[in-house]
């Protein structure tokens, strides 16, 4: 009924210097999309590059394979990929009997990756062999209520992706909305806008005065980052820099892999938590648990309010200086601490509203003002931090930051919920399959 195919790249035919390369890691779990496929050079080609991968495959992950990591591939007809041996390939499905959507739908089912978890071996990271994998049970209903299952589930995707992209729009249009009550004018108020700013000519003057007794790089001199750092100071109100809001300023520490006296167990926030959409996210099984001295947790303590940067860190295509806050339910929920790649800042909030702040710098973040105020040293991206701190903040009254940060916080609030109602959506559309498949089946 299906076939797995062991047709495998010898690294040399149908690409000429680059090839696409699909890695476990870059399947959604949620929906089975692929949400990268990676442009690799040939003579750099990972040694487990070698499964062809051809229109209407289905990939599934032999690695963990409970995790649901199960693609369905769709390629121009003629269109070849590689991927990882670490995925089977399903192919040549007897479509009279099994629809290949509902096959996909399937193997995704709850019932079908507890048979792949119990059939699995291996200690931290079990696999299943093709041969376990062909020996799990898959329901066969007629082909009509095949067909129905199929209408189930697209219908699901259909809601989610239109959810997504209301939830974009309502993310996208915070920074927008932030500058425009401070009255801050960038040409087109999106990311895409500001990059779109006056060019540099290929040589471009400055007086010394302006870099005497500071950077002699010439990123911050360029004109069309020293007209993006001026629109700054363009504000309807009184602006302070931000290092006289601060009553606190912290950098953070590492710890140590196991417990010493002296020491206590925290979760350390590093990176790697910071959502670029929202704030921090702890709810995942990435987290770290480190050993930090007591003496230095004492200076550490994070607090409601506080605000956590990143100061090191980065990647080609987003600057170091993201920015975070400690929220209720964050600081009742866990006991936290920071890596020594963050930076925590405590303000006096009787000038300023920490969430207003947030916002204001999360939106610095997002214009890119930040790549302005970072330098690079063996690929790690620094954030020049007494520049950082040197941003003029507007301020407006409080009642004026509440109301901005009421109404952030709304969109934020907004796009979050239409983001869980898609996934309820989804799970709600695999309960309803499951009753119907095992129903009939």
Not at 248 to 266: C, H, I
């Amino acid at each position: 009924m299906i076939d797995f195919s062991s047709e495998t790249w010898n690294g040399k035919d149908y690409f000429e210097d680059i090839f696409p390369y699909i890695e476990i890691s870059e399947i959604d779990i949620l929906t089975g999309k692929i949400n990268n496929i990676s442009s690799i050079p040939i003579n750099e080609a990972p040694s487990r590059a070698k499964m062809i991968v051809k229109n209407n495959d289905i990939l599934v992950s032999t690695t963990r394979p409970n995790r649901g990591a199960i693609s369905f591939v769709k390629l121009q007809e003629n269109e070849i990929q590689i991927a990882s041996t670490g995925f089977a390939v399903l192919r040549n499905i007897k479509a009279q009997i099994i629809s290949k959507d509902f096959l996909f739908f399937c193997l995704r089912q709850e019932f079908s990756l507890k048979q792949m978890e119990q059939r699995s071996s291996g200690g931290n990271y079990p696999a299943i062999t093709t041969e376990e994998l062909k020996n799990v049970l898959i329901p066969l209903p007629p082909i009509h209520t095949q067909a129905q299952i199929v209408g189930i589930f697209e219908q699901a995707y259909e809601q989610k992706k239109a959810n997504e992209i209301e939830a974009k729009r309502l993310l996208e249009s915070i920074d927008g909305y932030l500058l425009d009550k401070l009255g801050i004018s960038i040409p087109n108020q999106t990311l895409q806008g500001f990059e779109n700013l006056v060019r540099s000519e290929p040589h471009f003057f400055v007086k010394f005065s302006q870099m005497q007794g500071k950077r002699f790089d010439p990123k911050k001199y360029t004109p069309e980052n020293q007209t993006l750092l001026k629109r700054l100071e363009n504000s309807n109100y009184e602006r302070i820099l931000l290092k006289n809001l601060l009553i606190q300023s912290v950098a953070g520490d590492w710890g140590l892999d196991n417990a010493e006296a002296g020491f206590e167990e925290r979760l350390v926030i590093r990176a790697t938590e910071f959502d670029n959409l929202y704030n921090l996210n702890l709810e995942n099984d990435r987290v770290k648990y480190r050993f930090i001295n007591k003496i230095k947790l004492a200076k550490m303590d994070l607090q409601v309010g506080d605000l956590l940067i990143e100061k090191s860190g980065g990647s080609e295509d987003q600057p170091v200086g993201r920015i975070a806050i400690i929220t209720p339910d964050l600081a009742e929920k866990y006991k936290l601490a920071y890596s020594n790649f963050i930076h925590k800042i405590r303000i006096d909030q009787q000038k300023i509203n920490p969430d207003y702040l947030f916002a204001f710098l999360k939106t610095i973040h997002n214009i890119k003002i930040t790549d302005i105020m970072q330098s690079q040293t063996n690929g790690i991206r620094n954030l020049i931090m007494h520049e950082y701190l040197s941003i003029p903040i507007p301020l407006p009254p409080l009642e004026v930051q509440n109301e901005i940060a009421d109404h952030i916080s709304g969109l934020r609030a907004a796009a979050k919920r239409l983001e869980n109602e898609a996934k309820t959506g989804l799970e709600e559309a695999k309960k309803q399959v499951e009753k119907l498949i095992l129903g009939v089946a």
